[in-house]
C-alpha cells in the first residue's frame, strides 16, 4: 500500500526558479527520506530527515517535516535543468516489520 | 567504483518461462532489497533480505523467488506465477536493515514477448 502522497503529481519551471514539492503519509513514523530518478535509471538518496527534526538542509535543498500534519516538503531552490526528474518521498513507518514505502512521485521539468 | 550492479538491462520473458535478474554490490551492505516499479507508480517492495541466508517477502511477492547465498548477491527470479512481470525492476541494499539511504541499481526492464 502507497504511504506518502506527493504532489503535485507534475511540475514544470524555469531554470532559476524554486521547485516545491509536497508529501502527506498516513501514520506515524520514524523517519521521511526523499529520492530522485532520472528517466529510465535507478534512484538516488537526497535527504533523510528524522520524526524529532523539523528541517533539514542539504545544498540547494531544504526539507521541513510536519509530524501534526503528517507531511513534508522537498524545495529545490535555483534549479537547474539537470534537476529534471522524477522525486519521491518513502517513509519508515514506527512500530515492527518497518519497511520503507514510496509515494508516486512528482514529475519536476525544469526548463531553459 | 563502489556501487550496485543489475543486469541484463533489458529482458524478454516467453510465456511460461522463468527468468533471473542479476545483482550485485560491492559496498559490503548488509541488506538488500528487490522493487518493482510500474509507469506513473512508486516502488513496491518485492522480498528484502538483512542478512545472508535469510530473507522476507514484501508485499507483493507471489510469483517471485530469490535467494542470498552471498552478501555481495541478491538474485530475483520471475516465475511463470508471475502473470503480469512486466515493470522495471529495482535493486537496492542499505547498510543494515533499518531501511536508511538506500543505494539503487540502474534497474531491469522486463516485458514479456
Known amino acids: 500500500s502507497q504511504q506518502g502522497e506527493e504532489d503535485p503529481q507534475a511540475l514544470s519551471i524555469q531554470e532559476g526558479e524554486n521547485a516545491t514539492m509536497n508529501c502527506s503519509y498516513k501514520t506515524s513514523i520514524n523517519n521521511l527520506q526523499w529520492y530522485r530518478q532520472n528517466s529510465g535509471r535507478g534512484l538516488v538518496h537526497l535527504i533523510l530527515i528524522r520524526s524529532n527534526e523539523r528541517e533539514k538542509h542539504s545544498g540547494r535543498l531544504r526539507v521541513t517535516l510536519d509530524t501534526s500534519k503528517k507531511s513534508s516538503s522537498l524545495l529545490i531552490t535555483a534549479s537547474r535543468a539537470a534537476d529534471t526528474a522524477s522525486y519521491f518521498c518513502a517513509t519508515v513507518p514506527t512500530g515492527g516489520g518497518n519497511k520503507l514505502t514510496f509515494g508516486t512521485g512528482t514529475q519536476l521539468k525544469v526548463e531553459l | 567504483d563502489g556501487g550496485i550492479t543489475q543486469s541484463p538491462k533489458y529482458l524478454f520473458r516467453k510465456e511460461g518461462q522463468n527468468v533471473t535478474l542479476s545483482c550485485e554490490q560491492n559496498l559490503n551492505h548488509d541488506a538488500m532489497y528487490w522493487y518493482r516499479q510500474d509507469p506513473g507508480q512508486g516502488l513496491r517492495l518485492i522480498y528484502y533480505?538483512?542478512?545472508?541466508?535469510?530473507?522476507q517477502k514484501g508485499d507483493i511477492a507471489e510469483g517471485y523467488s530469490v535467494s542470498r547465498e552471498k552478501k555481495e548477491s541478491f538474485p530475483l527470479t520471475v516465475t511463470s506465477a508471475q502473470k503480469n512481470p512486466t515493470a522495471f525492476y529495482l535493486c537496492a541494499s542499505s547498510i543494515d536493515g533499518r531501511y536508511e539511504k538506500l543505494f539503487f541499481g540502474s534497474g531491469t526492464q522486463l516485458s514479456v514477448l
Open positions: 533480505s538483512q542478512i545472508v541466508n535469510d530473507f
